[in-house]
T-cell receptor, first 112, second 110 residues
Framework: NAGVTQTPKFQVLKTGQSMTLQCAQD?????MSWYRQDPGMGLRLIHY???????DQGEVPNGYNVSRSTTEDFPLRLLSAAPSQTSVYFC???????????FGSGTRLTVV | TQLLEQSPQFLSIQEGENLTVYCNSS?????LQWYRQEPGEGPVLLVT?????EVKKLKRLTFQFGDARKDSSLHITAAQPGDTGLYLC??????????FGTGTSLTVIP
């Protein structure tokens, strides 16, 4: 099993560009989340999904969109990149009611 | 304002020493998890504690959940260089929200 797969690993964007961060899991987990990690701030929840067709906002949703058309995939879209979105992004999944997350290896995004 | 505060933020110790990392909040959590993260990788789950006062041991690591389920501690005995990493606590509240702490960066010097 691959677990949670994130692509790309690294990305540089210009201000105003859009892009999609990909996330796929092969564990049949219902619950998937996107977090961003910034120095001294821990992990902050951007968006999450409790199942296909259902998404909701986390702590810092502005500037990001998500969709969940299948159980396996949960892409994160940056609509118009800003320097404040420079961060490391992690996708994670777990079973509903399960106690632990499985994380991907992250995408390091730089917006210039 | 972070819901979960971890202390210390940075810790550098010699191999063989003991250490304790704290995770504190004013909120009650239904469960609390500890993760370790290495550079360039995602966090990896170490343990979940659910019951107030619960103590779990994982080899040289001891985890405790506070009686009121608002805080937790991680104690490492005889630290080794392989323990180096970022330690994160995460608390679960009602619903599907997990809140992560600010993290403790541990360096164990050989």
């Amino acid at each position: 099993n691959a677990g949670v797969t994130q692509t790309p690993k690294f990305q540089v964007l210009k201000t105003g560009q859009s892009m999609t961060l990909q996330c796929a899991q092969d564990m049949n987990h219902e619950y998937m989340s996107w977090y961003r990690q910034d120095p001294g701030m821990g992990l902050r929840l951007i968006h999450y999904s409790v199942g296909a067709g259902i998404t909701d906002q986390g702590e810092v949703p502005n500037g990001y969109n998500v969709s969940r058309s299948t159980t396996e995939d949960f892409p994160l879209r940056l609509l118009s990149a800003a320097p404040s979105q420079t961060s490391v992004y992690f996708c994670a999944s777990r079973n509903t009611g399960g106690h632990g997350y499985t994380f991907g290896s992250g995408t390091r995004l730089t917006v210039v | 304002t972070q819901l979960l505060e971890q202390s210390p933020q940075f810790l550098s110790i010699q191999e063989g020493e003991n250490l304790t990392v704290y995770c504190n909040s004013s909120s009650v959590f239904s469960s609390l998890q500890w993760y370790r993260q290495e550079p360039g990788e995602g966090p990896v789950l170490l343990v979940t504690v659910v019951t107030g006062g619960e103590v779990k041991k994982l080899k040289r690591l001891t985890f405790q959940f506070g009686d009121a389920r608002k805080d937790s501690s991680l104690h490492i005995t005889a630290a080794q260089p392989g323990d180096t990493g970022l330690y994160l606590c995460a608390g679960a509240r009602t619903g599907n929200q997990f809140y992560f702490g600010t993290g403790t960066s541990l360096t164990v010097i050989p």
